[in-house]
């Protein structure tokens, strides 16, 4: 067997017998991206010759310093929104093709501390706004399962790095659904922490009260592998809050008998495809085999959640995108007799059309006259699913939906409407706070791929693990 082809704790055992050597595993790694590259366009950059370089001298270093943790000399791929000291951060836009980051985020380094070697910077819908990855200003990006269909966004580069196994592990950056969206498309385990539990030092801001890094892998164990080196509080985030430490065997052993999922019925009506509504309530049933019970409940309107999600990240983007200036850094026009036309210039010709449209959104919620009649009352949302959701989980642990309403869909079919329908069972998450985690369950007549989605009450990312593993194991997985 490749390899690659192997999981990550698969390898991690290898090389502390050292049959294998992290120099080896890079190299594997890079000639895998060498083939697949350029069909599937996962990469937006490679760092070919720093990867082999950092895989050295982890190879170099004495024995009891080696093997710290399971990610120890496991390569990884980032999102192409996470910074990474001396390489491209490009956010899939042009307004930063040439941009080089002058410091790693807090991610990264953690990352490096526990032994990562960097393979590159991944594909994204442009500034993270969009759930295809077909908005990049670069490149389209192939579901590497189902070619000629998109892999879902904005982190489908990243999801579709791990499905094609182009990297053993992937991070994303989850506002509203752009982790679990690709991870089901692509048949992979995606997670959105809790907000706060993972640092946003050094991911670059698109709606910063809703977005966190997330995890992409090929199974729940890896995912929850992945997690416990990036949870914890950091100074350099004001928005980082203290929880009880993560151990990744967390999700392993213990059974979920006793255990209370809620089933929302307002997430199985007539907006979710067949295909996906019979796996959410196969789940159900594997749930309750495996001595879970489920009942099914009632959440805030998804569809008013959908518009609230809108409102807000639309206006937290106007806001945050606007030092964008074509003044401190970032793409400059060479058009422009003063500063206003230089500013002009340089964001028209920076910006694509999707961030182009959510700015003027965001700034028309946010202007004197109309900020009361939209931005004030899609707070009033937030709040109420807030509430809502605190009230829930007194009664439950976990919450079993869908994690997108629709099947993958091919690439270019997309309108407005549809576009922004896909992230209709996600938002809730984001605009409450909660982690939610989706798996791959199954796969539709055409082939395509299923996920469901888990969520549970702020910092319970361990009742997440415990709930996906046991679903895992039964193995229940099906082709509808």
């Known amino acids: 067997m490749s390899i690659v082809k192997r999981s990550f704790l698969e390898q991690s055992e290898l090389l502390k017998k050292e049959e294998l050597s992290c120099l080896e595993l890079t190299q594997a790694y890079l000639s895998r991206i060498q083939e697949e590259n350029p069909k599937i366009g996962a990469y937006l950059s490679v760092c070919a010759q720093r990867a082999q370089a950092q895989a050295r001298a982890l190879d170099a270093l004495p024995r009891e310093e080696k093997y710290t943790t399971p990610l120890w000399g496991i390569p990884f791929a980032l999102k192409d929104n996470i910074c990474t000291k001396d390489l491209p951060t490009t956010c899939g836009s042009k307004m930063l093709e040439n941009f080089i980051a002058p410091y790693d985020a807090t991610v990264t380094r953690r990352l490096y501390h526990a032994g990562?070697?960097?393979?590159?910077?991944?594909?994204?819908?442009?500034?993270?706004?969009?759930?295809?990855?077909?908005?990049?200003?670069?490149?389209?990006?192939?579901?590497?399962?189902?070619?000629?269909?998109?892999?879902?966004?904005?982190?489908?580069?990243?999801?579709?790095?791990?499905?094609?196994?182009?990297?053993?592990?992937?991070?994303?950056?989850?506002?509203?659904?752009?982790?679990?969206?690709?991870?089901?498309?692509?048949?992979?385990?995606?997670?959105?922490?809790?907000?706060?539990?993972?640092?946003?030092?050094?991911?670059?801001?698109?709606?910063?009260?809703?977005?966190?890094?997330?995890?992409?892998?090929?199974?729940?164990?890896?995912?929850?592998?992945?997690?416990?080196?990036?949870?914890?509080?950091?100074?350099?985030?004001?928005?980082?809050?203290?929880?009880?430490?993560?151990?990744?065997?967390?999700?392993?052993?213990?059974?979920?008998?006793?255990?209370?999922?809620?089933?929302?019925?307002?997430?199985?009506?007539?907006?979710?495809?067949?295909?996906?509504?019979?796996?959410?309530?196969?789940?159900?049933?594997?749930?309750?085999?495996?001595?879970?019970?489920?009942?099914?409940?009632?959440?805030?309107?998804?569809?008013?959640?959908?518009?609230?999600?809108?409102?807000?990240?639309?206006?937290?983007?106007?806001?945050?995108?606007?030092?964008?200036?074509?003044v401190r850094y970032g793409r400059r026009s060479a058009r422009g007799a003063d500063p206003k036309e230089i500013f002009s210039f340089s964001r028209g010709e920076g910006f694509g059309h999707e961030v182009k449209k959510r700015i003027l959104f965001g700034t028309y919620v946010l202007s004197a006259g109309h900020r009361d009649d939209y931005y004030e009352k899609a707070l009033m949302q937030k709040r109420r699913a807030t509430k809502a959701v605190k009230e829930l989980f007194e009664r439950y642990d976990l919450i079993l939906c869908p994690t997108a309403p629709t099947l993958p869909q091919k690439m270019g079919a997309f309108t407005d409407a549809p576009f922004y329908k896909g992230d209709l069972c996600t938002v809730f998450a984001n605009l409450t706070g909660i982690p939610a985690l989706t798996l791959p369950t199954g796969q539709s007549e055409q082939g395509l791929a299923v996920g469901v989605q888990l969520m549970a009450s702020h910092g319970r990312e361990d009742l997440l693990y415990r709930g996906a593993y046991a679903l895992e194991q039964e193995g229940t997985y099906a082709k509808l």
């Not at 991944?122 to 579901?143: H, I, P, R, V, Y």
């Not at 929880?243 to 006793?258: H, L, N, Y």
Request: charged residues 20%.
């Open 116 to 326: 990562g070697v960097l393979l590159g910077k991944t594909n994204m819908d442009e500034f993270g706004m969009g759930n295809t990855t077909e908005l990049s200003a670069f490149c389209k990006t192939q579901n590497p399962i189902a070619p000629g269909y998109v892999p879902g966004g904005s982190s489908g580069g990243s999801a579709a790095a791990v499905a094609s196994l182009q990297a053993p592990y992937a991070l994303g950056s989850d506002t509203g659904g752009s982790v679990r969206h690709p991870a089901a498309c692509c048949a992979l385990v995606g997670l959105k922490p809790t907000y706060g539990r993972v640092s946003r030092y050094g991911l670059v801001a698109f709606a910063s009260s809703l977005e966190q890094v997330g995890v992409l892998t090929r199974s729940v164990r890896e995912n929850a592998a992945v997690f416990s080196v990036l949870s914890g509080q950091d100074a350099r985030d004001a928005t980082s809050r203290a929880f009880a430490p993560f151990e990744d065997t967390m999700c392993e052993g213990a059974d979920i008998v006793g255990l209370r999922i809620a089933l929302p019925i307002e997430l199985l009506d007539d907006q979710i495809d067949s295909p996906v509504k019979k796996q959410v309530l196969l789940q159900a049933k594997a749930f309750e085999k495996l001595g879970a019970t489920v009942e099914e409940v009632h959440l805030p309107d998804p569809t008013l959640c959908l518009a609230a999600y809108y409102v807000i990240s639309c206006a937290e983007a106007s806001s945050n995108l606007a030092r964008f200036d074509g």
